[in-house]
């Protein structure tokens, strides 16, 4: 047996002995201090998780066995922590932690050229509006913070976004604009990606009709590849670096950002690096019974690998950060969905689903699964105290909901306590009761966290985001794998470039016969 697998054996043994959820809260008077912690304006509470202090304790010690402390110093110290791709991760960096002198010089530099950018353009009032075109990385972080910006900071200019293939999206996008007043900003690290340069290459030729010449100034790049950029005939002034070093989905906070400086000013968008600098300081310095990402990403270690739940719903109770879970899914799946070790060996168990929709609207969905279902999944709820709308009472009922949610699951509804309602009524018998009590019982001791920031302001967004960052680090190393990488998007894109070859060349190609009759229902509709 090896040493992690002693400590995958001990909590074994633990989650074989446990109590019910609720029960753990009669005997852990302390489990409310425990298991509630705080950073700035973020505060979680792993209370209704079905993890008991001795639990919590073994959790850690498979953390500490599997070197956590070692790790979480390479990472800071902008070692090659991405081995596959040979790369640093230096995204911290970006916040203003870590990274050498050469890399903070460079952020330094590139923040300013953003933000006195975006200031020109706000005092101009030239353009009206921007669309930001990019997908995956390029657009998930800065899609879900220009919602929830919309909270608390005033948006001086438009701020559309297009990143699917399909052209409805860029079509959408530019509906309505005029090109004289729309900046484009196209965002790619790679500047390779097929959506994103069809898109690019759409809003180019919509520029130019109207605009002739002119055009080019109204289209900016956002890379990492500046000899692409270039090639793709932007003129250099007009790209905006980043680095190798900032992943994909880990770049919101570098000049990939720009739309929303643009749109909601530079100070909005530094206040949203200083939150997230807190919750890096709190994750570098905090020990690790006492740090935040440790005890969330531990938490999904023991619902995962000890309870076997295949999945995560993340459910925020507030509109403006409805695209929480679609952000997350590649902040998740992307950095941790892997099954094979950073030595090339077959890993256990890793990533689960990661999946959500904003409360109250789940719960007229896909709550009912959630509470009576096989198995179940663990839930993060994320609420806001503050009403940002203005409707105190829409807001109390809000946050009503999202309580009562987490205390049904966690509580449930015993049989007999159905049978109790049912019983002596005039309408029903008792081989009626028989079969309906066990269908309106819940099971209860569904495990949930519930992570409530007091305001959504750029600063507690910062912490929010930074925290499920630095969880997904936590978790590659306890499952050894690297978060940084993803060779598994390679196959498909190589395919669906064959595959549009040979379309586009009136041939099928050597497929299987289910492809083969895909790729010819194309001509029969044509
Ligand atoms: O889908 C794979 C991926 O490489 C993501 O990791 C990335 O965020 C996205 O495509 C977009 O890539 P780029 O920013 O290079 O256009």
Redesign the pocket.
Known sequence: MTHRNAHFKTLEDLAAKSVSIADLFKTEPKRMETFVMREGPLRADFSKQSISENARAALLSLAAACDLDEWRGKLFAGDTVNTSEDRAVLHMALRGVGGSKTVQKDVTDMGKKTAEFANQIRKDGKFKAVVHI?????DLGPRLVADAFEAACDRVIDLRFAENVDGASINDALDGLDPKTTLVVV???????QE?RMNAEAARDWLTKSLGKKAGAHFIAVTANRKGAEAFDIPPAQIFDFWDWV???YSVWSAVGLSLQIAFGPEAFAEFLKGAKRMDEHFRDQPLDENLPVMMAMTGVWNRNILGYTSLAVIPYARRIRKLAAFLQ?LEM?SNGKSVTREGKAAGLTCPILWGDEGTNGQHAFFQWLHQGTPGAPVDFVAVLKDHANRPDHHAALLANCFAQSEALMLGKAEHKVRETLTGRDDIDADAINVLAPQKTFPGNRPSTTITLDALTPFALGHLIALYEHKVFVQGVIWNVNSFD?WG?ELGKVLASTILGEMDAGETGDHDPSTTALMGLLSKTA
């Open positions: 990019g997908i995956g990385g390029s965002v790619s690290k790679s500047f390779s990606t994103t992943g994909g989905r590649q992307e993803q998007v």
